[in-house]
């Protein structure tokens, strides 16, 4: 019998995605290393691996982001150890790529502690949904819309490290 793909819906995605390095989320996060799933961590390098394989040469690809949206909870030392795994294996590929990272809804605060300061071709990515912001009369929309430059201008001064907005939508 034959069957016809339907979709179930456009974020149906969203089921699978990959917040899942940390085993227990509620553990202390004092040991946190101990906590990595490293299954998952060993595969997210090795597909950076095989992209910047592939890819590394094509000159239409500027750049790649090792990974989305890290949850906020994700112990800095841990975001940090995975970022200078993945920064090493795209610096080697392809030396030319910018390297972005996502803020981990934290800002600049990735790159505080001198982190990989002095290192090039890097970027930290924010994402200025207005979907999930609190609204109000349309001035809101205008006075946040504007307002995004002079908020991560002042993080490229703390840190120094551009920023870029890898997402954004009014939905």
């Known amino acids: 019998r034959h069957r016809r793909y339907a979709p179930k819906g456009t974020f149906e995605h969203w089921a699978h995605k990959g917040w899942d390095w940390i085993i227990n989320s509620t553990a202390d996060w004092g040991i946190a290393m ?20 592939m890819y590394g040469k094509h000159p239409s690809v500027w750049g790649l982001s090792p990974v989305n949206e890290v949850g906020a909870w994700t112990p800095m030392d841990v975001l940090r150890k995975f970022y200078w795994e ?8 392809a030396p030319h790529w910018i390297f972005v990272m996502d803020s981990s809804f934290r800002g600049g605060e990735v790159f505080r502690d001198d982190f990989m300061r002095g ?44 920023v870029i907005a890898g997402e954004w939508s009014l939905a």
């Open 34 to 53: 101990s906590l990595i799933n490293q299954k998952h961590w060993a595969h997210s390098i090795r597909v950076i691996h095989k992209v910047v394989q």
């Open 119 to 162: 290192c090039p071709n890097k970027a930290v990515d924010k994402h200025p949904y207005h979907a999930w912001a609190p609204w109000g009369q349309v001035e809101t929309y205008y006075k946040r819309s504007c307002g995004w430059a002079d908020e991560n201008v002042a993080i490229e001064e703390e840190v120094d490290v551009p």
């Open 86 to 93: 993945a920064y090493g294996h795209v610096r080697h590929g």
